[in-house]
């Protein structure tokens, strides 16, 4: 079991060997300071996870102490204990629960209810921790999923392009070739079929990974896909971007946002009736946003609040991908249409010119 650093606190050296005899059966790393200029040096410097600490000592007293650390945002949530021998009114420990002390202990201080309300909290920052590891094994997890979800799609679409559209390309030169009279106007009608059978694989290749995507980036292929819907739905689209000359991305975000894009406008075409669709992206620095807006009947509150069990496959993957980047995605009724928003941070990925992840 991994030991807790657990910070005392008190001008008294007497007081600070008190605590220490008491919470020493505890077997936890108890780090004295005996001013509160030592306290902040020993925060900075130290990982800690309880402090104890006496409300009277001069100059910096506890209640000032307290709110200086809790202005520190890796020490917000950590638990400071009060100590105190005078200042023991309601009022006294009201403004201790006001600093942000989660508890308020009176001297003589009991050995046995110390070391009880000390244990109580040591075990909770355990808890704590293996939670916070548990939800980043689960998120690196999803992440790679993620990751084989998408090279699984890269996988089939090259598959249908090369594999299946070669047949077909091969079937089709085979039927041009028949000269003979009597079976030209079948080969002619088996060509036709072939041509519409190429492009319904080059269709599904493209959508399952849009080969633009890898070579030029995101724009393109958004172009493409939004091209391509104005085509087959006669839905009117547009695209904003900012920069003009929109840069690449990395590649996990470039694929998401593609991914969230592709997911929106197909709701749109399938639910909502819209006759126009207009995609905005911006790149500042450290995030890039997205918007897809539609003018059609909007969403209900049940979906645009993620209620459990009324979202689909489709928005519950858009939501997964961008938590996974460390985003934000938002659902809401523009009147008329429906507006998805995504955020996401890209300060934390470097990338090289061809767009590769660092």
């Known amino acids: 079991m ?18 220490e005899v008491v919470l020493e059966e505890l077997r936890e790393n108890l780090i004295p ?17 309880i402090v104890l600490m006496d ?38 420990r009201l403004k201790g629960y006001e600093h942000g002390a989660v508890d308020y ?28 590891c548990l939800n980043a094994d689960m998120r690196r997890l999803s992440m790679r999923m993620i990751a084989m979800q998408d090279e699984e799609r890269r996988r089939i679409a090259g598959a249908l392009h090369d594999s299946l559209g070669q047949q077909l390309t091969v079937a089709k030169m085979i039927a041009d070739g028949i000269k003979l009279p009597e079976a030209r106007k079948q080969a002619e009608d088996v060509g036709q079929m072939i041509d519409e059978a ?24 958004v172009r493409w896909l939004l091209e391509g819907l104005m085509k087959r739905s006669g839905i009117e689209t547009t695209m904003d971007l900012e920069p003009c000359k929109f840069p690449r991305l990395p590649e996990q975000i470039e694929n998401a946002l593609y991914r969230i894009i592709q997911e929106s406008v197909t709701n749109s075409v399938r ?36 209620r459990s069990g009324c979202i689909g496959v489709g928005v519950g993957g ?7 980047l460390g985003g934000e995605i938002r659902l809401r009724n523009s009147n008329p249409g429906t507006r998805v928003e995504v ?12 767009g590769a992840v660092q």
């Not at 991994?2 to 007497?14: A, E, F, G, H, K």
């Not at 858009?318 to 996974?324: F, K, T, W």
């Open 2 to 19: 991994d030991r807790i650093n657990i910070l005392m606190v008190d001008n008294d050296p007497r007081k600070l060997l008190t605590y």
């Open 55 to 92: 409300v009277n000592m001069p100059g910096i007293d506890g209640f000032q102490l307290t709110h200086m650390i809790r202005q520190h945002p890796r020490y917000r949530d950590v638990a400071i204990i009060f100590v105190s021998g005078t200042r023991l009114t309601d009022a006294d």
């Open 105 to 132: 202990i009176s001297i003589p201080i009991v050995p046995e209810l110390l070391r009880a309300k000390v244990r109580v909290f040591a075990e909770l920052h355990r808890k704590t921790r293996q939670l916070e």
């Open 198 to 221: 190429l492009r319904q694989v080059r269709t599904i290749s493209h959508l399952l990974h849009p080969p633009l995507l890898d070579e030029i980036g995101l724009e393109f292929a």
């Open 343 to 354: 955020v996401i941070p890209t300060h934390w990925m470097q990338t090289d010119t061809s």
């Open 271 to 306: 639910h909502s009736g819209a006759r126009k669709i207009c995609v905005v992206l911006r790149k500042y620095d450290g995030e890039v946003s997205l918007a897809v807006c539609d003018d059609g009947k909007g969403i209900p509150e049940e979906i645009s609040t993620f």
């Open 33 to 49: 300071a005996r001013s509160p200029n030592e306290a902040l040096e020993r925060l900075l410097h130290s990982d800690i996870a």
């Open 318 to 324: 858009m939501r997964q991908r961008v938590g996974e």
